[in-house]
């Protein structure tokens, strides 16, 4: 039983890693967008999304 609460505990960590580097993988694609190509609405969402994440609101 308690090995069994330990490998639960082990899985719950490796899930919140993965979870993690998903969002970590997703601001980095964020933030590398060149928004200079895109239309005035476009360029706004992504610069409030990228101020957001440099503000640790996301």
């Known amino acids: ?3 069994k609460v330990e490998v639960d ?3 719950l960590r490796v ?3 993965e979870a993690e ?3 970590f ?3 980095m694609k964020i933030m590398s967008m060149d928004t200079s190509t895109m239309n005035p609405e ?3 969402y992504y610069s409030k999304l990228q ?3 440099l503000q640790g609101d996301i």
């Open 51 to 53: 101020m957001k994440i």
């Open 9 to 11: 505990k082990e899985k």
């Open 21 to 23: 580097n998903r969002k």
């Open 15 to 17: 899930r919140k890693l």
């Open 25 to 27: 993988e997703a601001e």
């Open 42 to 44: 476009q360029r706004a």
């Open 1 to 3: 039983m308690k090995e």
